[in-house]
């Protein structure tokens, strides 16, 4: 599978080569913040799968062991993080992808214990009150 992405301005593009691992919806407090309050909707794949073919993203990560965030310096789109606690995944941001219809809604829900009113969780999705073994 062949999937292409990038920011709103364009000034960074990636394409993923290999299979998508994972759908999810991330409510943590973190991903709230970064998404403006709805919840991280993020594919999850092998980070060998994925490279920029335009541009090189700004990084950031809040401490030594957090996920560093990759987004466009000129825009400030969001396109993906990388997890030192899981280096050789990466996750994308759905709304990066050009077609986001391939996403077709998450199959698990993460940090359901930060979730608000508002948040909608799919019936149909496999619910975490954090993340899987913790």
Same mark, same amino acid.
């Given at each position: 599978?062949?999937?292409?992405?990038?920011?709103?301005?364009?000034?960074l593009?990636?394409?993923?080569?290999?299979?998508?691992?994972?759908?999810?919806?991330?409510?943590c407090?973190?991903?709230?913040?970064?998404?403006?309050? =709805? @919840?991280?909707?993020?594919?999850?794949?092998?980070? #060998?799968d994925?490279?920029?073919?335009? %541009?090189?993203?700004?990084? $950031?990560?809040?401490?030594?062991?957090?996920?560093?965030?990759?987004?466009?310096?000129?825009?400030?789109?969001?396109?993906a993080?990388?997890?030192?606690?899981?280096p =050789? @995944?990466?996750?994308?941001?759905?709304?990066?992808? #050009?077609?986001?219809?391939?996403?077709? %809604?998450?199959?698990?829900? $993460?940090?359901?214990?930060?979730?608000?009113?508002?948040?909608?969780?799919?019936?149909?999705a496999?619910?975490?009150?954090?993340?899987?073994?913790?």
């Amino acid at each position: 599978m062949t999937l292409t992405g990038g920011c709103h301005c364009e000034a960074l593009r990636f394409e993923i080569k290999g299979d998508v691992r994972m759908r999810a919806l991330c409510l943590c407090r973190t991903c709230q913040k970064i998404s403006g309050g =709805a @919840g991280n909707l993020f594919i999850g794949l092998m980070a #060998d799968d994925f490279r920029y073919t335009r %541009g090189e993203p700004r990084r $950031f990560a809040k401490t030594a062991d957090a996920p560093t965030r990759e987004f466009c310096s000129e825009c400030g789109v969001h396109v993906a993080s990388r997890s030192p606690k899981a280096p =050789a @995944g990466l996750i994308v941001k759905v709304g990066a992808l #050009d077609d986001p219809a391939v996403f077709e %809604g998450p199959q698990m829900v $993460f940090w359901a214990e930060e979730k608000h009113g508002f948040h909608l969780v799919p019936d149909n999705a496999k619910v975490f009150a954090r993340l899987p073994g913790r």
